[in-house]
């Protein structure tokens, strides 16, 4: 037999552990420098052209949620006929929170015939992808995905037990 | 630093087709963040950029960052244009640099 009232508290402090737990997790940018390093990978790679840059034409393919950040498969496609007229010359990939935000940054022509690139990356916890497409007139692209990641590949098991 | 590396080029191609390439290589790619049981940091040591040429002509290029997985793995694409050879370079930290290459038929 279960004692009602026990249940209720039971209940009670599970309720208040997860909204604790997301309390946590809402603070912003806790324990990690990601808005600056992210500020300063843009500023370096991208430049002032970053604030124009367009939202659309690119296909992150990119889990929802990972159980471990050491190797997450990735692959990036960017709309474009890729002829010598219109092309897609480079494309550069973020993550917002990883201690150094530049993953990649790919070197591309008409020769490619497509533009996609797949790879496996790292990723130090939940955050945000961000991939940047520059085309051949200089404009710059760009899309952002979330992922889940549980267990960041970052840590080494040292610091993470 | 020999490491092993496997690639995937089609052995044949159509003139105009768009060939998928696979190149990956057997590397750490330290990340700098990794700490030993003596309480120190695994220095860094990853390959910082990838290139590949089709008749010696650079096609496809890329620069590496800590943030790609150990043993690094890459797939992109290139349009057959003429017969001849496919080379993949990676460039390491240690100033060494892996080839492999691999010959594709065009018709």
């Given at each position: 037999?279960?004692d009602?009232?026990?249940h209720?508290?039971?209940r009670?402090?599970?309720?208040?552990?997860g909204?604790?737990?997301?309390?946590v997790?809402?603070?912003?940018?806790?324990a990690?420098?990601?808005?600056?390093?992210?500020?300063?990978?843009?500023?370096?790679l991208i430049?002032?052209a970053?604030?124009?840059?367009?939202?659309?034409?690119?296909l992150?393919?990119?889990?929802?949620?990972?159980?471990s950040?050491n190797?997450?498969?990735?692959?990036?496609s960017?709309e474009?006929?890729m002829?010598?007229?219109?092309?897609v010359k480079?494309?550069?990939?973020f993550?917002?929170?990883?201690?150094?935000?530049?993953?990649?940054?790919?070197?591309?022509?008409p020769?490619?015939?497509?533009?996609?690139?797949?790879?496996?990356?790292?990723?130090?916890?939940t955050?945000?992808?961000?991939v940047?497409?520059q085309?051949?007139?200089?404009?710059?692209?760009?899309?952002?995905?979330?992922?889940?990641?549980t267990?960041?590949?970052?840590d080494s098991?040292?610091?993470?037990f | 630093?020999?490491?092993?590396?496997r690639i995937r080029?089609?052995?044949t191609?159509r003139?105009?087709?768009?060939m998928?390439?696979r190149?990956?290589?057997m590397?750490?790619?330290?990340?700098?963040?990794?700490m030993?049981?003596n309480?120190?940091?695994?220095?860094?040591?990853?390959?910082h950029t990838?290139?590949?040429?089709y008749?010696?002509?650079?096609?496809?290029?890329?620069?590496?960052?800590?943030?790609?997985?150990?043993?690094?793995?890459?797939?992109?694409?290139?349009?057959a244009t003429?017969?001849?050879?496919?080379?993949?370079?990676?460039?390491?930290?240690?100033g060494?640099?892996e080839?492999?290459?691999?010959?594709v038929?065009?018709?």
């Open positions: 037999m279960t009602p009232l026990l209720l508290s039971r009670t402090a599970l309720t208040s552990l909204l604790g737990a997301l309390a997790m809402a603070l912003p940018g806790a990690q420098a990601g808005d600056a390093e992210m500020e300063a990978a843009l500023r370096d430049g002032p970053r604030a124009s840059a367009k939202k659309g034409r690119i992150i393919d990119l889990p929802a949620l990972a159980e950040g190797s997450v498969p990735l692959k990036v960017v474009s006929p002829t010598p007229a219109d092309h480079r494309i550069a990939i993550a917002d929170r990883n201690p150094r935000a530049l993953i990649m940054d790919v070197t591309l022509g020769r490619a015939g497509r533009a996609e690139v797949g790879t496996n990356i790292r990723l130090s916890g955050q945000n992808v961000s940047y497409a085309m051949n007139d200089g404009t710059y692209w760009t899309e952002t995905r979330n992922i889940q990641v267990i960041g590949a970052c098991l040292l610091l993470r | 630093m020999a490491a092993a590396t080029v089609p052995a191609a003139r105009g087709e768009i998928e390439l190149a990956i290589i590397h750490p790619m330290e990340n700098g963040f990794r030993e049981t309480g120190e940091y695994v220095p860094v040591h990853i390959i990838f290139v590949c040429r008749n010696g002509a650079e096609v496809f290029r890329a620069r590496l960052e800590p943030g790609i997985a150990a043993n690094p793995y890459l797939a992109f694409t290139t349009r003429e017969s001849g050879t496919i080379e993949f370079i990676w460039l390491d930290d240690d060494t640099f080839v492999a290459a691999a010959t038929e065009v018709t």
